[in-house]
C-alpha cells in the first residue's frame, strides 16, 4: 500500500517541469514542500484538460457521489491495480479521472505496530516522480462546494520494497507513461499496462527514524537516517 509519501523539493519549478507544466505560476504560490503527506490532507495532483497539463489541490481519499461524507475517503488512499477497472469505488474515476500525483519519496514500516521502522523510499537521484492516481470532483452532503479527492494506485512490490511490504504504488517511470496515462483517449490494455511494479534500480531505500511515525511531524527532521542498531538491515 502506500500510506505516506513525500514531496521535498523547496524550489516549486522543478515540482512544475517534473509534471509537465509550462510554468509554475499555475500553484497559485500555494506549493508548499511536505515530508509527511498523510491521508485526508490536500495535496497537488495534475490532469489534462484540452491537452493542457493542469495542477490542483485535493484531498487524498477518493470519495464518490454516494459516499455519506468525506470520512469515507479513509477507505480509500488506495485502490488496486487489479481491479481498478472493475471495482466500484474506481471503476469510472479509471476512464474519467485518470491524474498524476507529485512525489520525490514513500514510506513503509516494518516491525511490530508499537514499535514501526519506517524506510524511506526515493530515487536515487532525488528527483521528482508521478504516481498513477484516480480524481474525483463531487459535492459531498452537507458541503457547501464540490471537493476534489484523489487515490493512489497500488501494485505488487518489486524486488526492494518487497523486502518490507508486498505492496507498492504504481509509479509512472518515464514522461511517455505520464503521457499515456493521462490521455483520454488510450486504450484500456494500455492502461492496464501500466499499472505494474518499476524496476527495481529505479528506487533506493532509507531507514528513518520513528519521528515519521507521528502524522504531526512534517519537516526535514523526518528523512533523517536511523542509526543502524535500531533499524537493522534489511535491504
Same mark, same amino acid.
Given at each position: 500500500?502506500?500510506?505516506?509519501? &513525500?514531496?521535498?523539493?523547496?524550489?516549486?519549478?522543478?515540482?512544475?517541469?517534473?509534471?509537465?507544466?509550462? &510554468?509554475?505560476?499555475?500553484?497559485?504560490?500555494?506549493?508548499?514542500? &511536505?515530508?509527511?503527506?498523510?491521508?485526508?490532507?490536500?495535496?497537488?495532483?495534475?490532469?489534462?484538460?484540452?491537452?493542457?497539463?493542469?495542477?490542483?489541490?485535493?484531498?487524498?481519499?477518493?470519495?464518490?457521489?454516494?459516499?455519506?461524507?468525506?470520512?469515507?475517503?479513509?477507505?480509500?488512499?488506495?485502490?488496486?491495480?487489479?481491479?481498478?477497472?472493475?471495482?466500484?469505488?474506481?471503476?469510472?474515476?479509471?476512464?474519467?479521472?485518470?491524474?498524476?500525483?507529485? *512525489?520525490?519519496?514513500?514510506?513503509?514500516?516494518?516491525?511490530?505496530?508499537?514499535?514501526?521502522?519506517?524506510?524511506?523510499?526515493?530515487?536515487?537521484?532525488?528527483?521528482?516522480? *508521478?504516481?498513477?492516481?484516480?480524481?474525483?470532483?463531487?459535492?459531498?452532503?452537507?458541503?457547501? *462546494? +464540490?471537493? &476534489?479527492?484523489?487515490?493512489?494506485?497500488?501494485?505488487?512490490?518489486?524486488?526492494?520494497?518487497?523486502?518490507?511490504?508486498?505492496?507498492? +504504488?504504481?509509479?509512472?517511470?518515464?514522461?511517455?507513461?505520464?503521457?499515456?496515462?493521462?490521455?483520454?483517449?488510450? +486504450?484500456?490494455?494500455?492502461?492496464?499496462?501500466?499499472?505494474?511494479?518499476?524496476?527495481?534500480?529505479?528506487?533506493?531505500?532509507?531507514?528513518?527514524?520513528?519521528?515519521?511515525?507521528?502524522?504531526?511531524?512534517?519537516?526535514?527532521?523526518?528523512?533523517?537516517? *536511523?542509526?543502524?542498531?535500531?533499524?537493522?538491515?534489511?535491504?
Amino acid at each position: 500500500m502506500c500510506g505516506r509519501f &513525500t514531496l521535498t523539493p523547496e524550489n516549486e519549478d522543478f515540482v512544475a517541469a517534473a509534471l509537465g507544466i509550462p &510554468t509554475s505560476e499555475l500553484f497559485d504560490d500555494r506549493y508548499e514542500p &511536505t515530508y509527511n503527506r498523510a491521508p485526508m490532507q490536500e495535496h497537488w495532483i495534475a490532469t489534462d484538460q484540452r491537452e493542457q497539463r493542469v495542477p490542483q489541490l485535493a484531498t487524498w481519499g477518493l470519495v464518490n457521489w454516494w459516499e455519506p461524507d468525506r470520512r469515507s475517503g479513509a477507505k480509500h488512499i488506495n485502490v488496486r491495480a487489479e481491479t481498478v477497472e472493475t471495482t466500484k469505488v474506481s471503476r469510472d474515476a479509471f476512464v474519467t479521472g485518470r491524474c498524476i500525483v507529485p *512525489a520525490d519519496g514513500f514510506y513503509e514500516w516494518t516491525g511490530e505496530a508499537k514499535s514501526r521502522r519506517p524506510f524511506w523510499f526515493h530515487r536515487p537521484d532525488d528527483e521528482v516522480f *508521478a504516481f498513477a492516481g484516480l480524481h474525483v470532483t463531487t459535492r459531498l452532503r452537507g458541503e457547501p *462546494a +464540490p471537493a &476534489t479527492t484523489f487515490t493512489i494506485i497500488t501494485t505488487r512490490a518489486n524486488g526492494l520494497v518487497g523486502n518490507i511490504h508486498d505492496r507498492m +504504488p504504481v509509479i509512472l517511470p518515464d514522461a511517455e507513461a505520464v503521457d499515456a496515462w493521462l490521455h483520454a483517449e488510450e +486504450p484500456i490494455e494500455r492502461l492496464k499496462a501500466l499499472l505494474r511494479p518499476v524496476e527495481d534500480g529505479f528506487l533506493v531505500a532509507r531507514p528513518v527514524t520513528q519521528r515519521v511515525n507521528s502524522v504531526k511531524h512534517d519537516d526535514p527532521a523526518c528523512l533523517e537516517e *536511523a542509526e543502524p542498531e535500531t533499524q537493522g538491515s534489511l535491504l
